[in-house]
C-alpha cells in the first residue's frame, strides 16, 4: 500500500517552493521580459502600420486632388481650344467672303466694261452696214465722216447710242 511519510512531503513542498522561487528569479522575469518586449514590438508595428496607412491615405486623397484639378484643366484648355478653333474658323470664313464678294464686284465690273465695248462694236458694226445699205441706194458718193456723222445723229435720236 501506500506509504505517506510526512518528511517527505514536506522535503518536496520544500523542493517544489524553492524550484518555483529559483525559476521565478531566474526564468520567469526573463521570459516576461522577452514576452513584454515581443508586446511592445507588436504594438510598435501595429502603430506603424497605422500611420503608413493613414499616409497611404493622405497621399492618396492628393492624388485625387491633383487628378480632380488636372482634369479641370484639361477641360478648360479643351474648350478654350475650341473657342478659339471657331473663333478662327469665322474669321477665315469672313475672310473668304470679303475675297468672294471682291471677286464678284470685279467680275461685275469687268462685265460691265465688256459689255459697254460690245455695244460699242456692234453699234459700230451697224453703222457700217447702214452706211453700206445706204449708200448701195442712193449709190452716190459721199463723203465718210459725213456719213459717219449722219448715223451717229440717228442713233442718238433713237437712244441706242450712249
Do not use: C, H, P
Amino acid at each position: 500500500m501506500l506509504d505517506f511519510d510526512i518528511w517527505t512531503i514536506v522535503f518536496s513542498i520544500i523542493n517544489i517552493l524553492v524550484l518555483f522561487l529559483f525559476l521565478k528569479k531566474f526564468l520567469f522575469g526573463r521570459i516576461q521580459n522577452i514576452m513584454d518586449q515581443r508586446a511592445a514590438a507588436v504594438q510598435a508595428d501595429l502603430d506603424q502600420a497605422k500611420a503608413s496607412a493613414a499616409e497611404a491615405q493622405q497621399l492618396r486623397q492628393q492624388y485625387e486632388d491633383t487628378l480632380s484639378g488636372a482634369k479641370q484643366e484639361a477641360n478648360g484648355i479643351i474648350a478654350n481650344a475650341r473657342a478659339a478653333a471657331k473663333e478662327q474658323g469665322n474669321q477665315i470664313t469672313q475672310q473668304a467672303q470679303k475675297e468672294a464678294d471682291q471677286l464678284l464686284k470685279a467680275a461685275q465690273k469687268e462685265i460691265a466694261l465688256e459689255r459697254q465695248n460690245t455695244l460699242a462694236g456692234a453699234q459700230k458694226e451697224i453703222a457700217d452696214l447702214a452706211l453700206a445699205a445706204a449708200a448701195k441706194l442712193v449709190e452716190a458718193k459721199m463723203d465718210d465722216a459725213e456719213n459717219r456723222s449722219i448715223v451717229d445723229a440717228f442713233l442718238t435720236e433713237e437712244g441706242v447710242k450712249s
